[in-house]
């Protein structure tokens, strides 16, 4: 039996061979991981705004007003007698929008308005066809949206907006003015408006925090 000794000896693989093995495996890990994670991102905002296309369908449908409306007369009937400045907070649109909106429930006569002697504002109620609308929508009068965020706990709430604040200062074609408008009415096409050039990645956002 040949001595240990004597035995040729074997040349030892390089290590370094295994390392870039592995960190290319890992690498392409993760970035099989970071491409299923954007995906599962796509499909879950597909879903939110899909929600909000069907509510605002449905309120059309049933009751034949705009989401957007529908909401306006939901904070009526949260807060009565709303002059159109608190209404255009509450509902976090411009007073233009808000005056705008209630305009149009006049003329549906779902709103009614005053003018109190010592009150340099209308304030604004709910008449009885109205009331009977809201009350036909109690839970998604707000809309489906904010009805869902607030169900969050306020850890969750919090998150949410770090997350979302963090997706659109990356957004290309972002116009800031957008976060006044209704969401049902930003995803109603208006043929009538320009589309602008995209806007640089990564600018200072103006949405309020």
Known sequence: MPCLAHRPKMRAMPAKKFEEYEHNEDAAVSRARRKETIRGALKLFRVMLDAVRRHAEWVEARHGIGGAQ?????????TPGMRAVDLAKSMAVHRQKAEALLRELLEKRLVRVEIPVA?????????????????????????????AL????????????????AVTESLPFREDRAALNPLADILRARPEESVSRPAPKLRPTNLEK
């Open 150 to 165: 607030e169900c969050l706990p306020d850890t969750a709430l919090e998150q949410v907006i770090v997350s979302m604040r």
């Open 70 to 78: 529908l909401w306006t007369l939901w904070e009526l009937g949260q």
């Open 119 to 147: 009150a340099q504002s209308a304030i604004h109620f709910l008449t009885v066809d109205g009331q009977r609308i809201v009350d036909t929508a109690p839970e998604y009068g707000q809309g489906v949206l904010k009805a």
